[in-house]
């Protein structure tokens, strides 16, 4: 193998750079030209390549979002545009392609390997944290600390008015975010999923901790692919209470902003151990499980269910 590709695809997360830097460094240091492929699989199409030096990387692992620009293609969803990409790498010599994303992109990439026996390698990099196999990905670290300084600043202000807030949290299939920051945040509660036996829950929970003498109380809300659907869920709770809440949406600050310590670390030995897979043939994912650097395959990173960690919402209603 003498030339390999580096893409990000979907959501940017912070830490994306940290492991595009590792790619290419690890990646230079055996011998392998690295091209960055611009905005993702759209980009591949596209044919927008341009070669990574070592010095083209410097002073990026602290920065968020990604150098290289993202995307979600619809066109590379299919076979023909898979193949399409394939004849793309070929026609430019690049013989293994390092993706970072999340589980969208992995399906797509693993989809290209076998379809077209391209060698491919994932680094898993979503704010999300919803990827089977690795126990964090890049980015989730940095998403829940902005999230929580968030947080902490409107308990200022809803200790001051007697307020009941709703905050709503990104995490397009999954809750990891919310629960990370409903424990560290010292939440009310979290409200996952929002089946009425949740809601009417909460809402017996609220009345009897005012009840106890508490003012105030945050609820935190995944998104789940319904942005701002934590207002819906905030005027039923109010029609259930007679309180009035107030809600707050995090949005899109909570996926931009410089990569935590925690973050950087991951990125970058993901990052160079993704470079060690393509040199092996290609077909996993590099992940961290337990603390060590692991290989998933690919296949299993997208068609096998990440569990969320039931533990952490009975932490969160314990300790409230
Ligand atoms: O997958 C990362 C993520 O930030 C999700 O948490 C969120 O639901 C989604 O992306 C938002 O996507 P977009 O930026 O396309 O609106």
Known sequence: MRRI????????????????????????????EVIGIRRGYAGLLAGELQPLTRAGVANILQRGGTILGT???????????????AAVLRGAAIEGLVVIGGEGTFHGASLLGEEQAVAVAGVPGTIDNDVYGTDFTIGFDTAINTALEAIDRIRDTAASHDRLFFVEVMGRTSGEIALGVGV???AEDVLVSDTATD????????RQ??????????????????PGRVFRLA?????????????????????GGTPTARDRILASKLGAAAVDILLDGGGTMAAEAGGKVVRVPLEDTWAKRRELPADLLALVRDLA
């Open 5 to 32: 590709g580096v893409l990000t695809s979907g959501g940017d997360a912070p830490g994306m750079n940290a492991a595009i830097r590792a790619v290419v460094r690890h990646a230079l240091g055996r011998k392998l």
């Open 235 to 255: 005027e039923e709770v109010r029609v259930l209470t007679q309180l009035e809440p107030r809600v707050g949406v995090l949005g899109h600050i909570q996926r």
């Open 199 to 206: 809601l009417e829950a909460l809402a017996a929970e609220v």
């Open 209 to 226: 901790s005012w009840q106890r003498g508490k003012r105030s109380s945050i609820v935190v809300v995944a998104e789940r692919g319904e």
């Open 184 to 186: 560290a945040g010292g």
């Open 71 to 85: 995307s979600r293609s619809e066109e590379f969803r299919t076979k023909e545009g898979r193949a399409r990409a």
